[in-house]
């Protein structure tokens, strides 16, 4: 079965601050997808990122990057020199490639609460 | 502008007077899906949609019907609402799995529902 576990429920870190939000799952399929998204207090869901479990890559996008390590199931999300704008609920979420009928459910974590205080 | 649209945003009812959400995409995305989100239990799937006339139930579906009469409409009924269907819902589309990849899911603003 899948399962997205995030263990920090919530973190409290100072502007410019680095911050890494862990993000570790659970899968039986050799393809899945995952990805991370972010809920601002307004409450939509903002796409971070995808990343299927044939790229190991690390990926940065600005003051973003995640860290993808197939051998511990994890895919980590940090945030570089935080800002006040970066708090946010984020949510890491798995989608396994082979799903009945076709489904292509995203399993979610419980999400982190990050709040960057000036 | 590529979106994900639903109506109402906010909505206070009260037990078993029928309502429906609805969810529109200006994407020609083929699959559609919703979802509900409940504080300490993160979001969840109700139902999915593969694409016109093809639904299915996700993990949640007790208390709710959806109907995918057009590729861009992808309704959420609930004909006898309950308290417990207090949440706030997402409605989400993504092109569908070409080759088995799964794209990114493009999400409503979401709906908050309060059942009195």
């Known amino acids: 079965a899948q399962k997205v576990t995030q263990a920090q429920t919530e973190i409290s870190v100072v502007e410019k601050e680095d911050v890494t939000l862990d993000c570790v799952y659970e899968?039986?399929?050799?393809?899945?997808?995952l990805f991370w998204y972010k809920q601002p207090p307004s409450g939509e869901l903002v796409f971070l990122i995808r990343?299927?479990?044939?790229?190991?890559q690390n990926e940065i996008s600005g003051r973003y990057s995640w860290n993808f390590q197939k051998s511990t199931s994890s895919f980590n999300f940090t945030i570089t020199a935080s800002q006040v704008v970066d708090s946010a609920v984020y949510f890491c979420?798995?989608?396994?490639?082979?799903?009945?009928?076709?489904?292509?459910?995203?399993?979610f974590g419980k999400g982190t609460k990050l709040t960057v205080n000036p | 502008e590529a979106q994900v649209t639903q109506n109402p945003r906010y909505l206070i009812t009260v037990t078993g007077k029928k309502l429906t959400v609805t969810c529109s995409q200006n994407?020609?995305?083929?699959?559609m899906s919703w979802y509900r989100q409940d504080p300490g239990l993160g979001l969840r799937q109700i139902y999915y949609?593969?694409?016109?006339?093809?639904?299915d139930k996700g993990d949640v579906p007790e208390g709710y019907k959806v109907s995918r009469k057009e590729k861009r409409n992808f309704p959420l009924i609930l004909e006898s609402p309950s308290p417990n269907q207090t949440s706030l819902y997402f409605c989400?589309?993504?092109?569908?799995?070409?080759?088995?990849?799964?794209?990114?899911?493009?999400f409503g603003p979401g709906t908050r529902l309060t059942v009195l």
């Open positions: 989400a589309s993504s092109p569908g799995t070409l080759a088995g990849v799964h794209n990114e899911q493009f």
């Open positions: 899968t039986r399929d050799t393809t899945y997808y």
């Open positions: 990343r299927n479990s044939f790229d190991e």
């Open positions: 979420a798995l989608s396994e490639a082979q799903q009945q009928g076709g489904s292509e459910k995203l399993v």
């Open positions: 994407m020609n995305h083929e699959y």
């Open positions: 949609s593969m694409n016109v006339e093809v639904t």
